[in-house]
């Protein structure tokens, strides 16, 4: 399957500071990539879509000006977490999806566990 | 709205004992239902795709099976390195995002 790299795994900063999680799709062309969260023991929370080039679409309850996200090519998405308090502080995972011909499958990064202290 | 709904929510087997995972859906229009596979504190791996009613896959151990209305994800054998989180996930279509089940919880005792 096709290969999608996520940096940093991990990170830990202090609360008020940002931090930028950044998604690359290293096989293919990502038109469309997608930001979760998950919690301990629950599923993937979609909190954003983005398309390339253009703005993203935040799902409800999502605040945008807390996440920030820029998919400025078609292999690079980020996603920065403004002013990071202790609650923010969860499992972030990216997904991209390979969209030459009918293909559909999403494929996903490592994730990145952030801790904010 | 569209849902998914998967069954059990944990499933602790034998070395040896195959079994089944259930995910049951209700869609306008299905455009493709995946399978995924997520170990602790990593993403989801890509397991299958499925497309239409009758469609199977297989891979090693695992094969994943399509009705109208749900999907089987059949373990034959299973190693205890099959353990992990099983997702499926929908697309409807015309829509961009997947919509995901809870997942099973899948342990293979030794």
Redesign the interface.
């Known amino acids: 399957?096709a290969v999608?790299s996520?940096h940093p795994s991990r990170v830990i900063c202090k609360s008020g500071t940002s931090v930028k999680i950044e998604c690359r799709s290293l096989d293919f062309q990502a038109t469309?990539m997608?930001w979760y969260r998950q919690f301990p023991?629950?599923?993937?929370m979609?909190m954003a879509?983005s398309n390339e080039g253009s703005k993203a679409t935040y799902e409800q309850g999502v605040e945008k000006d807390k996440f920030l996200i820029n998919h400025a090519s078609l292999t690079l998405s980020t996603l920065t977490v403004t002013s990071a308090h202790p609650e923010d502080s969860s499992?972030y995972?990216?997904?991209a999806?390979d969209m030459q011909g009918s293909n559909?499958?999403?494929?996903?990064?490592?994730?990145t566990?952030l801790t904010v202290v | 709205e569209d849902q998914v709904t998967q069954s059990p929510e944990a499933l602790r087997l034998q070395e040896g004992e195959s079994s089944s995972l259930n995910c049951s859906y209700t869609v306008s229009g299905l455009r493709g239902l995946f399978w995924y596979r997520q170990d602790p504190g990593k993403g989801p791996e890509f397991l299958f795709t499925l497309y239409s009613a009758g469609e199977e896959k297989e891979k090693e151990r695992l094969k994943a099976t399509l009705t109208k209305k749900e999907s089987f994800l059949h373990i034959t054998a299973p190693k205890p390195e099959d353990s992990a989180t099983y997702l499926c996930a929908v697309i409807p279509q015309g829509a961009q995002k997947l919509v995901f089940g809870q997942g099973t919880r899948l342990t293979i005792n030794p």
């Open positions: 399957g999608v996520q469309t997608f023991k629950q599923s993937l979609l879509t499992f995972i990216c997904s999806r559909t499958e999403a494929f996903f990064g490592q994730g566990r």
